[in-house]
């Protein structure tokens, strides 16, 4: 049978495994909004440009622009729910990693508590005299 601080100690792994995932979603959400933002910058530079043919464009780049920028703050929102999730991921993990080391340091102190009374067993257990009327009656 497994102890307690074994049994925590694979929730901690499965916790810490749930956090990695929130890591790797919130950090590709931010590969995303990067792209995105050169994505944003490339139009408005179109925009702003004094070519002719950016110029027969405008009303497209507009409307493109429109749909980056609401992309754009469609990701913000989600990058905001994966970093409250990594955060939260990590404070329970966090937790059970405290009560693993709860766990075992009392499972420590039971062991060496029964070690201690098993020489105090065996040092009286050594010592006993061998009938009763050897106390001095």
């Known amino acids: 049978m497994k102890s307690r601080s074994e049994k925590l100690k694979r929730l901690v792994d499965v916790q810490r ?8 979603e919130l950090a590709e959400t931010t590969r995303q909004r990067g792209v995105l933002s050169e994505t944003i910058d490339v139009v408005v530079d179109a925009m702003g440009s004094a070519h002719p043919m950016h110029r027969v464009f405008s ?3 507009a409307a493109q622009l429109g749909r980056l920028v609401q992309k754009d703050q469609m990701l913000l929102g989600i990058q905001q729910v994966h970093e409250a999730r990594m955060l939260k991921e990590r ?3 966090d937790r059970l990693e405290e009560s693993m080391e709860e766990a075992r340091t009392m499972e420590d102190r ?11 067993d065996q040092h009286v257990a050594g ?3 061998a009938s009763g009327k050897v106390e001095g009656r």
């Open 110 to 120: 039971e062991a060496d508590d029964n070690q201690m009374l098993d020489l105090i």
């Open 127 to 129: 010592h006993a005299p």
């Open 91 to 93: 404070a329970k993990g």
């Open 59 to 61: 009303g497209h780049y």
């Open 17 to 24: 495994h749930l956090e990695r995932m929130a890591e790797s």
